[in-house]
């Protein structure tokens, strides 16, 4: 049998999740920009609903361009990731000796229905999550601009002040520092999770794409591996030291089709390890007698662990 290769660098996406990252940064502080437009707006020292609404229009535009940038960046980047597995799985079994000459092999290949189908539902899977976290800041956002102006006016008007008085109240109601402190607890949320955690735009999209940037190279090595009749995979091992330490170095089945071995859709499912934010990959291999004497004996000695963590796991449910 051909031996695998067992030195294929492990894929760093931190650059492009940065650049995700920069872009969102980028869009908060033009939005706050654009809030504190709102102590310089208005005509004769009053505020209209027109002149309030157009600063929410203003939002609007701004945060279309950002979804414009991330859907560029979901096609651009997760395509790359997807690839970069298949590449590595052409070497990781031996069916070409380099990462370019593996490159030049998926290139130089007829993209697959079955690719293409799971290429199509990662990138839309990505965008929808980021477009649901940056809808949810612009609601967030606009609520909290309505709030702050009507706490104001009535405030105003229950003292009986004059409308110059009132405009003076919203004027310092929406200094810089005002509208960066509300905009941070109450306008910045991108989602609030199930433990009423909540993530700000940047924090979550961060945690999406780095996510999304792994699990498309898992399944660009799960179909490229399918498509060559390779089921069996060992999973990478980076030192845990949470849950994810019990799989390191455990061999899996990548698409269910081998009996006796936990498969890669039920781990992910058990979040004990493939979760969010979670950096292991998986390597394919044609037979466990092919694997190096340290590396089949650490699957042995952790195979038990490994078995009890899934158990306790399904017991408790």
Same mark, same amino acid.
């Given at each position: 049998m051909?031996?695998?290769?067992?030195?294929?660098?492990?894929?760093?996406?931190?650059?492009? #999740?940065?650049?995700?990252?920069?872009?969102?940064?980028?869009?908060?502080?033009?939005?706050?920009i654009t809030l504190e437009g709102l102590s310089t707006y208005g005509k004769d020292n009053e505020i209209s %609903?027109?002149? @309030?609404? +157009?600063?929410?229009?203003?939002?609007g535009v701004l945060l279309s361009e950002v979804d414009n940038e991330a859907r560029t960046w979901v096609e651009e980047r997760i395509r790359e990731a997807f690839i970069d597995g298949q590449v590595e799985t052409l070497v990781a079994l031996k069916e070409a000796e380099t990462l370019s000459e593996a490159r030049s092999l998926v290139h130089g290949a007829t993209m697959t229905a079955l690719i293409?189908?799971?290429?199509d539902v990662i990138i839309e899977d990505t965008f929808e999550d980021l477009l649901y976290a940056n809808q949810k800041m612009k609601r967030e956002?606009?609520? @909290? #601009?309505?709030?702050?102006?009507?706490?104001?006016?009535?405030?105003?008007?229950?003292?009986? @002040?004059? %409308?110059?008085?009132? %405009?003076?109240?919203?004027?310092?109601?929406? &200094?810089?520092k005002e509208i960066r402190e509300r905009f941070n607890v109450e306008g910045n949320i991108a989602i609030i999770d199930k433990a009423g955690r909540r993530w700000k735009l940047e924090t979550y999209a961060e945690m999406v794409t780095r996510t999304k940037m792994l699990q498309a190279h898992v399944e660009g090595t799960r179909i490229e591996a399918l498509e060559r009749g390779v089921d069996l995979a060992i999973i990478s091992s980076h030192g845990a030291t949470d849950a994810c330490r019990f799989f390191e170095g455990?061999?899996? +089945? @990548?698409?269910?089709? &081998?009996?006796?071995?936990? &498969?890669?859709?039920?781990l992910a499912r058990s979040n004990l390890i493939f979760h969010p934010n979670c950096r292991h990959k998986i390597t394919p291999i044609r037979d466990i007698s092919l694997l190096p004497p340290e590396v089949r004996k650490k699957f042995e000695n952790g195979r038990e662990a490994a078995n009890k963590a899934l158990k306790s796991l399904k017991s408790r449910k």
């Open positions: 051909v031996q695998p290769r067992w030195d294929v660098p492990a894929p760093t996406y931190e650059r492009d #999740v940065n650049e995700i990252v920069r872009i969102y940064k980028n869009a908060i502080n033009e939005v706050i %609903r027109a002149q @309030m609404n +157009s600063i929410i229009a203003q939002l293409k189908e799971t290429l956002t606009v609520k @909290m #601009v309505r709030s702050v102006v009507s706490e104001q006016m009535k405030i105003k008007a229950a003292q009986g @002040m004059g %409308r110059n008085t009132t %405009r003076k109240g919203i004027i310092e109601a929406l &200094t810089k455990q061999i899996i +089945s @990548m698409n269910g089709l &081998t009996d006796g071995f936990p &498969t890669y859709e039920e």
